[in-house]
């Protein structure tokens, strides 16, 4: 059984049996993190001691089949606080935080049994599609070292695809986890908005943020959806709506579900072995009893602008508190208050996070407020309701992920507007507040991933999950692993 | 060459078709708290000026009548029990900060009014 053939439920199986305990588990994986990441670097900070006093507890308690994440190292996007492990956000700003309490997330993977075992790589402060801007270097593509990975969750994506780690967390604003599982090959969940709790997850965008799973198969994500889900009264906007047991009818089938796909998902700026890949799996949800008509979403393109309207003044705004004062990094020698601000600021933080503030500020100025934030806000609204009238009368729309597949380094990060541009098909999602999921759907000519976008209704992540585990189980994409 | 007031006049005209100048790039940035220096100001002025022709593509959308989305959700007036709970210890809240005198946070001298003339 190599790496590749691991998932959450055939080690919770093993682990059942005796076959192999948790202390065996983080070892393993600390060895494998140390001889890879040399490599792709996906990983900023490990917990080993600590993930190894957790796996001993774990071994203790013994194991069962209704607590499947018991004893399993996973990995966690930075952005995300860990009590007592250093959180960074991959920024220099945040070089030397320690947290003093979990995120509602870690709260939860505790009660799971989950074992965190070290801080995922990212774009500074989850603010790129490349993984190019992190303090802490760039982050490798598992099947082409050459090529980015996705962002901002590039090392949550990477980790999973080179058999680091079974499992890992990553957040999306604007396409941050479905992005990066595409390029990766892997399965990538952004949930409804509210679905899962932003407590402790460090602001981007507050709007658009949430947290999800990324793993290789389906049905490991819908187990560790189910299990970061649910409402958590320090987040005001989590939703307080029970949580479906995700795994647990996955084998229903499509037959007779009503798919949408979008004209304009299709044509202009998207890559043509893309639309070809993402068209064959199109035709596989037809052979397997869907039915698949094409609608228009005509303001989708207008989703970019709006987006980096908005994100970048939410971001503007929750980015303040980085001050030098409370915590975060302090620039030295200043010669007053408003001297620390400037300094601490504009050495702490990358040109792209810099870059954005500054967006986000002219956005919300005195003159500008109304052309820029408020004109953002109704296009949010008339994209929303577009794709609340395609839901009135489909199940779930279908389309690309990415406008390509994984571009080699510096290929974009000379040109923000190109970079943007990219977010194409992510971004209208996260603008609605809708879940959307990305499954791997095939390869190019190049051998390297292409993942096919599923967009739910909200809160119908079970109806996405039961789509993609039939395509899954359809196809052997998911099978083929790098190297 | 021409010049006119500091700038050649091929700069100049440069400047005028840009949708945002850099004396402009300037109040942003201390809106921002941030500081850019002059070997910086002009290359930032044009990536930020290209990527608001692209933001203005929001022009080309009718917007009338439509109320603005600024959430992500309908939830709203989220409310709890008016009860007090304890906070958290003083010396845990302290743990990330860089230096600190007689249990308060210690920052730079700011006697001298604050603020520098940007």
């Known amino acids: ?31 494998r993190i140390k001889e890879l990441d040399a490599t792709f670097n996906a990983f900023i ?55 003093i309490y979990n995120a509602g997330v870690m709260e939860k993977l505790e009660t799971a049994g989950a074992i965190a075992i070290g801080k995922l790589n990212m774009d500074e402060f989850a603010m790129g599609g490349s993984t190019e801007t992190s303090y802490f270097g760039n982050t490798l593509n598992a099947w082409d070292t050459a090529r980015v990975p996705g962002g901002s969750s590039g090392g949550s994506a990477a980790a999973v695809a080179a058999g680091e780690v079974v499992a890992s967390l990553g957040t999306d604003t604007g396409g941050s986890i479905r992005q990066p599982a595409s390029f990766n090959g892997i399965v990538g969940m952004k949930p409804t908005y509210g679905r899962v709790s932003r407590w402790g997850l460090i602001a981007f965008a507050s709007s658009l943020d949430q947290i999800g799973p990324m793993t290789r198969t389906v049905e490991d994500n819908a187990i560790l959806l189910e299990a970061i889900s649910g409402h958590d009264q320090r987040d005001s906007t989590s939703a307080d709506l029970a949580v479906p047991n995700y795994s647990a009818n996955l084998n229903v089938g499509v037959k007779g579900k009503k798919i949408a796909v979008p004209k304009e998902f299709f044509g202009a700026g998207i890559d043509e072995s893309v639309q070809a890949k993402v068209r064959e799996a199109i035709e ?3 052979t397997l009893g869907a039915i698949v008509e094409e609608v228009e979403m005509p303001l989708n393109k207008y989703g970019i602008p709006a987006y980096y309207v908005i994100a970048s003044s939410e971001a503007s705004s929750n980015l303040q508190r980085f001050d030098g004062v409370r915590y975060g990094y302090r620039a030295e020698g200043v010669k007053n208050l ?14 792209e996070v810099k870059r954005r503030i500054m967006l986000g500020s002219f956005s919300l100025s005195s003159g500008y407020y109304d052309a820029y934030f408020k004109k953002a806000a109704k296009v949010r609204r008339l994209i929303t309701d577009d794709f609340k009238r395609i839901f009135a009368d489909y199940d779930l729309i279908l389309g690309p992920v990415s406008t390509s597949t994984a571009y080699k380094f510096g290929e974009k990060s000379a040109d923000p507007v190109e970079m ?45 999950y039961q789509a993609a585990y039939a395509f899954e189980q359809a196809t052997d994409f998911s099978d083929k692993h790098p190297e | 060459m021409i010049e006119y007031k500091g700038m050649i006049l091929s700069e100049l005209k440069e400047e005028s078709q840009m949708a945002i100048s850099e004396e402009e790039v300037k109040h942003v940035a201390q809106l921002s708290k941030l500081s850019f220096d002059e070997s910086e100001l002009h290359g930032f002025t044009e990536s930020f000026d290209e990527i608001l022709e692209m933001i203005n593509q929001l022009d080309e959308v009718d917007g009338s009548n439509v109320e603005g989305m600024f959430r992500g959700t309908d939830v709203q007036n989220v409310m709890r029990e008016d009860k007090s709970v304890s906070g958290t210890e003083r010396e845990l809240l302290f743990k990330n900060v860089k230096t600190t005198k007689d249990g308060f946070i ?11 003339d940007a």
């Open chain 1, 1 to 31: 059984m190599t790496r590749f053939d691991e998932t959450i439920r055939s080690l919770n199986v093993q682990l059942i049996a005796g076959e192999v305990t948790s202390v065996q588990l983080i070892e393993n994986a600390i060895a």
């Open chain 1, 45 to 99: 900070t490990l917990n080993e001691e600590a993930a190894l006093d957790a796996a001993k507890a774990s071994d203790a308690k013994g194991y069962t089949a209704d607590r499947p994440l018991q004893g399993i190292p996973l990995g966690i996007k930075d952005n995300i606080v860990t009590k007592d492990l250093k959180t960074t956000a991959a920024s220099k700003m945040l070089n030397d935080f320690v947290p």
């Open chain 1, 284 to 286: 596989t949800f037809k």
């Open chain 1, 338 to 351: 408003d001297d620390l601000y400037l300094r601490s600021r504009s050495e702490g933080f990358g040109m």
């Open chain 1, 420 to 464: 943007y541009m990219s977010d194409l098909l992510t971004i209208p999602v996260n603008l609605a507040g809708l879940p959307g999921m990305s499954v791997p759907a095939g390869f190019d000519e190049d051998g390297l991933p292409i993942g096919l976008q599923i967009i739910g209704n909200y809160f119908a992540e079970e109806t996405m």
């Open chain 2, 106 to 116: 210690q920052v730079p001298t700011i006697i001298d009014g604050g603020e520098d």
